[in-house]
């Protein structure tokens, strides 16, 4: 058999076998040692990083992408399905860059957690959480796609709840998983319109026989799943409230791998995209309309791992448009550049908190680059990958972004919200680093600041070596499947750089306001409306449930009791003839006798007379 | 006249008479009225047996069931009198109580 192919599929089934040995091994009824995380599932981890690298440099070197169908599971005469696995350019460059992630922060995790008597549980979630993403990644098939699908929401939702004798944890689980159910109505209406009318949920043919037909319906159906998984505006609020599970599940779950997935499933239906202005049109505005209003939001919140997660938001919005644009590589590019430095600040905020005793808010953090110097610089690193600075992780992507919008034809609108919250982005992540690192310390004294383990900075070096260098890498690396546009006027090339800068600007300005008083009092409307999350869920998680309980109980009391008992059932039988029986009994006066005997009388007259 | 047919018809007048003209008791009517019944059912029997039109075969039937469904009525009818008036003496359903 010919080499690369050999070498490219035993590696995909060496990887799924590595990550799902520990989890076999968990089948047995003897407990496992408190070394079993650490040791078992984080070597596991780094193994299969090292065997994914294989099909990388393939790839690389060869281009070469394959495809193989392994087991038919159900067929029927017209439709087959089968467990068929992809490994083209888009699942070999992110498997790498997932389980290198997923390596890091599992050996984060495992300092962050190593008070928890639990910590073998959470580790085992976390790998059937990687497997599950793994799936969804290397899937050839819709029906794979929807079992990676419910697989990462499933373990979404046990992870968000991990402490789940705490009650907004619970809470944030429920959203986690009623959001994404309703995204996933999308996710099946797509395929059963896909398996009715395209007779089949293998990739290859969906593209090859979806030329005739109008495809709006199904792309609708997979930006609807998309929205509920990747935090769309409108289905949005779960992805803040996630952040009630352990930094580490914030840092796989949503930051890196699983809120991308429904920008994945769009970035692998993008030949079926490509024709439809309908649904690009709708992924651009819904993109922009997220990113700004994401960015909004978490320009005033305190907690710092919710602007982290409202930064991620952001991002997805982002990806979102550059969908929109149909540019699905730029897409993936920025989910591969953006895994890095989201994680990142995720492990730095977790390191953070961890020392200030699980201190949380940025107004008590401050001073935190004399004390934790390692962390607050690695901070400043993410935060400027982030924003796009040159030549960093994000710039690549980012700025790839932002030229392909500034030299589409598209609506100006998105092009106004997208740049609008490119300068947010940089405004919060000045006052994250700002209330962090700078100023003085306004945290307890006795804080266990203590940033010197190497489970902490092992991994934390390791992402922002990625952080650093993951885009280059990834573009130098790679041919463009799109030509981009390579000249333009000199303030469109620079407006992402512009727009960054004035963003600083303005933020470094807001800062210096912190000590000053210029008005008596401030103006509160702004700052409620962001830092309530434009009251979406306030209104929203209140007022429909409410709505339609009342709307229930109208009709099952008004509707079935008041209608069906009363007006025409056996209530309306009685109110209808008591009138008459009265009415009659106040006639005749209750002379039976003398009636009846006048009826046998005229009757018996009558027959005597007819005989006649 | 057949004799059968007599028979019905004089059966039916008698428990006519015996409805118009009950004396004392309401449960003396409800039994007339049971009589009546039942000759009217020996009636369609013999309707559908003598002027052979078996589509009507099953009409006897149909009549027994209602005639079944009016008697309890006409009993509920006698225990709320009873209930209400003491008795079911006819001259107390004069005074127009409810």
Not at chain 1, 296 to 305: E, F, M, P, W, Y
Request: hydrophobic residues 50%; glycine residues 4%.
């Amino acid at each position: 058999m010919h080499t690369t192919s050999l070498m490219m599929t035993s590696s995909l089934i060496i990887i799924f076998t590595l990550l799902t040995y520990p989890l076999l091994t968990t089948l047995t009824p003897n407990p496992k040692s408190t070394a079993w995380a650490l040791t078992q599932v984080k070597t596991a981890v780094k193994l299969s990083f090292f065997v994914s690298l294989l099909p990388l440099f393939l790839f690389l070197n060869e281009g070469a992408e394959m495809v193989i169908t392994n087991w038919s599971w159900m067929n029927t005469m017209t439709f087959d399905i089968n467990i068929s696995l992809k490994f083209d350019h888009y699942s070999v460059i992110f498997t790498p860059v997932a389980l290198y992630v997923t390596w890091s922060i599992l050996e984060f995790a495992a300092w962050y957690m190593h008070a928890d008597p639990y910590m073998n549980r959470f580790f085992k979630y976390l790998l059937v959480f990687l497997i599950a993403m793994i799936i969804l990644v290397t899937a050839n098939n819709m029906f794979q796609i929807f079992i990676g699908w419910e697989g990462v929401g499933i373990m979404s939702f046990l992870l968000i709840g991990w402490w789940y004798g705490r009650a907004d944890a619970n809470t944030a689980a429920l959203q986690a998983v009623l959001y994404n159910r309703v995204g996933d109505i999308g996710l099946i209406f797509a395929m059963a319109w896909m398996a009715t009318n395209l007779n089949s949920w293998e990739m290859q043919q969906m593209f090859a026989a979806s030329n005739n037909f109008d495809l709006t319906f199904p792309l609708l159906g997979l930006i609807i799943a998309a929205t509920g998984k990747s935090a769309q505006f409108g289905l949005h609020p779960w992805l803040p409230a996630a952040m009630e599970g352990p930094t580490p599940v914030s840092a796989l779950l949503h930051s890196s791998t699983m809120v991308v997935a429904g920008i994945f499933l769009l970035i692998r239906m993008s030949p079926l995209m490509e024709n439809n202005q309908t649904a690009l049109t709708t992924c651009l505005c819904l993109g922009a309309l997220t990113t700004l209003f994401t960015a909004t939001c978490a320009l005033t919140q305190n907690d710092i791992k919710k602007i982290v997660a409202f930064s991620t938001s952001s991002q997805l919005g982002l990806m979102m448009v550059t969908i929109g644009l149909n540019q699905p590589q730029l897409a993936f590019l920025h989910i591969c550049t953006h895994a890095f430095f989201k994680a990142m600040l995720f492990l730095c905020s977790g390191s953070i908190i961890h020392s200030l005793n699980d201190e949380q808010d940025i107004r008590k953090m401050g001073g935190m680059h004399h004390l934790t110097p390692f962390t607050s610089s690695c901070l400043s690193i993410g935060s400027l990958a982030l924003t796009g600075t040159p030549f960093l992780a994000g710039f690549f992507s980012k700025d790839a972004i932002i030229e392909a919008l500034n030299t589409s034809h598209l609506n100006a609108w998105a092009l106004t919200l997208t740049l609008l919250a490119t300068s947010f982005t940089a405004v919060y992540s000045l006052r994250v680093v700002f209330f962090v690192s700078m100023g003085h310390p306004r945290f307890n004294p006795l804080s266990p600041i203590n940033e010197n383990n190497p489970a902490v900075i092992n991994p934390i070096k390791r992402l922002a070596w990625g952080s650093i260098i993951a885009g280059l890498l990834i573009t130098s690396n790679i041919t463009p499947l799109k030509t981009p546009v390579m000249s333009m006027p000199l303030l469109l090339k620079m407006a992402a750089l512009v727009v960054t800068v004035l963003g600083l600007i303005v933020a470094l300005e807001l800062a210096m306001l912190t000590n000053k008083q210029y008005k008596p009092t401030p103006q509160l409307m702004a700052h409620r409306f962001s830092n309530m999350l434009g009251f979406f869920p306030t209104i929203i998680h209140r007022f429909t449930p409410k709505l339609n309980l009342t709307l229930g109980q109208t009709i099952a009391s008004q509707m079935v009791d008041q209608t069906w008992l009363e007006k025409t059932g056996p209530k309306a039988v009685t109110s209808l003839n008591i009138p008459l029986i009265t009415t009659t009994s106040n006639t005749q006066q209750g002379m039976i006798k003398t009636y009846l005997t006048l009826f046998l009388l005229t009757l018996v007259l009558a027959t005597l007379l007819f005989l006649h | 006249m057949t004799p059968v047919h007599f028979a019905f018809s004089s059966a039916f007048m008698l428990g006519l008479t015996g409805l118009a003209f009950h004396r004392t008791h309401l449960l003396s009517a409800l039994l007339c009225l049971e009589g009546m019944m039942l000759s009217l059912f020996l009636a369609l029997s013999l309707w559908a047996l003598q002027l052979d039109s078996t589509s009507f075969s099953a009409s006897p039937m149909l009549l027994l069931a209602f005639s079944a469904c009016e008697a309890s009525a006409g009993l509920a009818l006698l225990v709320a009198t009873a209930r209400t008036h003491g008795s079911d003496h006819l001259q107390t359903l004069n005074l127009l109580q409810c």
